[in-house]
């Protein structure tokens, strides 16, 4: 190992990472798209696109809206499905030297279980991401996301059939981020991740219409960093558990920033889209700031933010 790798190298929940800045859900596809751009082998880690237990087309389009410093989209959750996933895109992503977890997502807690079981049945994953964003059926669409005792629930429920290690993704749209964070911990999560995007509306005001064809969108990229690192902060105060922040990272000192407010590893989304190797230029500019800093590993800058 070279004095950079070892600079760079970090453990996330038990799994060994060769840097912290992973490829987040949803704007890396299932790795694979991205083979003959990226040396996948040099990723952190990398998050599949969300899987549900059966295949998704998703919402119709227009999908993507680019904003100021940001982007909408409303993609739907679009997916092959976890058996196809695991039939067509698992046993490559297997042969990998890079951690892979596996985004999962569903509208009742069984959803959840059901996913996670047949991921179980299968090798080459370092764990789960929950993305718990979604509106459950059974509790009139109350989402997960914005109700303690409803995120325990599925926490737990994976928790009981997972046998690797299960990081729970977090919305941003709700008035405290705290007792969220506490319920995760409490329900056994390993981790937990945030932000995912912010509910947002971009309007044509010529067509009195919507931009995007399902009406709301999420906002991602830049111009969420801001609130993105207040939520992660908060959040790292709140739990002993691994956080792992995203939220408009496209720089390595960005990635430094999310880490310095209590990130233990960072993830990568919108920045992907303009620059595809965006996750390892993200990882080299941090080592670089790491050794400007006469930082030997850096999980020592980790939760180091001196509060005024
Ligand atoms: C096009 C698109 C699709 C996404 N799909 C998912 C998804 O399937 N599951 C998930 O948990 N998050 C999904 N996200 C959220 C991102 O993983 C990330 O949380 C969010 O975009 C904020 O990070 P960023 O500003 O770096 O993009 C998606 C985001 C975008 C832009």
Redesign the pocket.
Known sequence: MSRDDARLATRLCGVALRNPVLA????FGYGLEFERLVDLNALGGL?V??LSLEPMDGNRPPR?WEAAAG?L?S?G?QNIGVRAFVREKLPALARLRTAVFA?V?GYASEDYVEVVRVLESAEGLAGY?L?V?CPNTKHGGIFFSSDPALLADVVAAVKRVARRPVIV?LSPNVAAIEPLARAAEQAGADAISL???FVALAVDARARSPRLGAGFG?L??PA?KPI?LRLVYQAAQAVKIPVIG????ATGEDAAEFMVAGASAV?????SFWDPASPLRIARELDRFLGQENIANVQEIVGTLKWP
């Open positions: 987040a859900s949803g704007t998050v696109k969300g993507i982007m989209n993609i959750l985004n997502f991401e993305n964003s993704k932000v995912n995007t999420g991602s990229g969420i993105a995203l939220g408009g990272i993830q990568v989304g919108t920045a």
